[in-house]
């Protein structure tokens, strides 16, 4: 018998107050993605969500229609959920919903929005954060928080399936969209990495941009069973880190959104608040482990809400590989 996101909610997070509002939190977060998800099927509605607008947001993006939409969606579902305070990539500022509260919302409304007009998978990726008196008379320290502070975080996929990834805090678990159930089913009970990676990902038309330490690391992998590695390597970048993550979650590998010598790049494009930090709490709760390179990215306090980070994640083995590149000073 197929478990439903509610019943496993129901078993996780009924301990006190703040893990029942995380996981009507999360309930919420799941309406609104099948209201994002439907929008994005309506195949009259695609060419018009991916157009872009004549602005940007606080990280420098071009914003696209669906980029808004689905941060109003969010927005609401925030506000239903009686969230303290809501951080969006397509807000400048946190937003105060509710001064009592005592959760703050992390939320990329839209990852991936380069490949809205092409078909290709997206998501939503959320991180829940506790607030504490001390964060009350400054909405935004509540999101300069470390990640291994997170109660729950995770991501859906807007792809042929409509997915979620969820971790919280006991391991990482996938649940999948049925339209016959009418809500969230267990697809995955619980994630764990292989081991032994033979995929990256990164961006390698940056080549020329990056530090010694990861074109050294690339080459490595190039080089396949000829070279130090003595195999073959693929690779794959979609452009969407969800469906990358995802990828990795369930086959393995890596992926890399190094620093580069662009400007404004030195610490890559991926942002640690809503973006690296809730990916790393899900890949390390399934086994793997995620680094800016060298560092542990949940042990990172970041200093503003858009902060960018560099961002390694992946299986354990490959990961702490490529942390022995970025210490040689080559
Ligand atoms: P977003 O669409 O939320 O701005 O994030 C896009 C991110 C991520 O999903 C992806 O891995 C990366 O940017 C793609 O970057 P490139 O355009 O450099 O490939
Ligand atoms: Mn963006
Ligand atoms: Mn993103
Ligand atoms: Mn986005």
Not at 71 to 78: E, G, N, T, V
Not at 277 to 283: E, G, M, N
Request: net charge negative.
């Amino acid at each position: 018998m197929t478990s439903s996101l509610d019943a496993y909610l129901g078993s996780q997070c009924d301990s006190d107050p703040t893990r029942r509002q995380v996981a009507e939190t999360i309930r919420q977060l799941c309406a609104a993605s099948v209201k994002v998800r439907n929008t994005i099927t309506n195949g009259s509605a695609s060419e018009h969500l991916g157009a872009s607008r004549d602005a940007m947001n606080a990280g420098g993006d071009v914003q696209k229609e669906l980029d808004v939409v689905a941060d109003r969606l969010f927005l609401d579902a925030a506000k239903a959920a009686g969230i303290a305070y809501f951080g969006s990539e397509e807000q400048d500022e946190a937003i105060v919903i509710d001064r009592d509260g005592a959760l703050a919302l992390a939320i990329d409304p839209l990852d991936g929005s380069s490949n809205i007009e092409t078909n290709v998978s997206i998501g939503t990726i959320f991180s829940i954060l506790p607030v504490t008196d001390a964060h009350r008379g400054d909405p935004k320290s509540a999101f300069l928080q470390p990640g291994s502070r997170q109660l729950a975080a995770g991501f859906f996929i807007y792809g042929p399936q409509l997915l979620l990834v969820l971790s919280v805090g006991n391991g990482t678990h996938v649940f999948i969209f049925s339209s016959s159930f009418g809500g969230f089913v267990e697809l995955i009970g619980s994630v764990s990495i292989p081991e032994r990676a033979s995929e990256f990902a990164i961006n390698a038309s940056n080549y020329r941009h990056w530090e010694p330490q990861i074109r050294s690391y690339i080459d490595d992998c190039l080089a396949g069973a000829e070279g130090p590695r003595e195999r073959d390597f693929n690779m794959r970048w979609i452009g969407s880190m969800v469906a990358d993550c995802y990828r990795i979650l369930v086959r393995g590998g890596v992926f890399l959104y190094p620093g580069d010598a662009r400007k404004g790049y030195a610490k890559g494009r991926l942002r640690h608040v809503y973006e690296a930090s809730p990916v790393a709490f899900c890949v390390e709760h399934a086994g793997g482990s995620a680094t800016d390179g060298l560092h542990r990215i949940l042990d990172i306090v970041p200093d503003s809400l858009h902060a960018r980070t560099s961002l390694v994640f992946g299986g354990k083995r490959e990961v702490a590989r490529i942390a022995r590149y970025m210490a040689d000073p080559a």
